[in-house]
């Protein structure tokens, strides 16, 4: 039995797999596809523009798949950047249930798929990965030999170690860290409103003839 806030590795508390290995360059549909397709580009495109770590499909592009249904991954799976360049973006993603989109999702290589086991929320995995000091490890290269290139497997994150409290706990931390990122989207928008308003004024000034 599982001790509260105990330090477990991650692949006791989940399964850990790759992503589909594509072999061909992908074409990116905005309408027509039969899929969505979680890559790198959008995952952080879509991070960026929301500010939370909440991923859901119609934010992703799609494609026409023609492969097995086995590789479809479900909501409530973490994605994990499992490739890049030492420092760069390792920043995991929860894929949400998706009222906007019926399709399913295919996630590429680029990223290890981690599926909580019974009494772990993905949320909570998401932000234990996203926590400032696992982020530094990992843009720093965990699992990595020496090289520039940081290359993530499925054996190295298994090995990462998270510490699991009791499912409350879990709950209230997925709380706080839901709170903090609305803050971030309201402090955002005011951000985008203020710049919006002050190239108005910067443009009113340019037209005004000097006295």
């Not at 594509?22 to 959008?42: P, W």
């Amino acid at each position: 039995m599982r001790k509260a806030n105990s330090l477990q590795a991650l692949g006791d508390i989940a399964e850990v797999r790759t992503g589909f290995t594509f072999r061909e360059k992908l074409e990116e549909l905005s309408t027509g596809g039969n899929a969505h397709v979680a890559q790198i580009k959008d995952v952080r495109g879509a991070l960026e523009a929301t500010c939370t770590t909440e991923l859901r499909a119609h934010q992703l592009p799609q494609i026409n798949w023609q492969g097995k249904d086995k590789a479809f991954v479900n909501p409530g799976a973490v994605l994990l950047p499992s490739r890049g360049a030492k420092g760069g973006y390792f920043r995991a993603s929860c894929l949400m249930q998706d009222p906007q989109s019926e399709l399913p999702v295919v996630v590429t290589s680029q990223f290890l798929v981690i599926t909580p086991k019974p009494g772990i929320l993905p949320e909570f995995i998401c932000w234990s990965l996203n926590r400032p000091e696992m982020q530094h490890m990992l843009s720093q290269g965990a699992g990595s030999q020496g090289t520039s290139l940081v290359m993530l497997n499925t054996k190295a994150a298994k090995s990462l170690e998270l510490t699991v409290p009791d499912m409350t706990i879990q709950q209230k931390i997925v709380h706080l860290n839901e709170l903090w990122e609305k803050e971030q989207q309201l402090t955002q928008a005011l951000l985008n409103n203020r710049e919006t308003m002050l190239q108005g004024m910067f443009q009113q000034l340019l037209m005004e003839k000097s006295s």
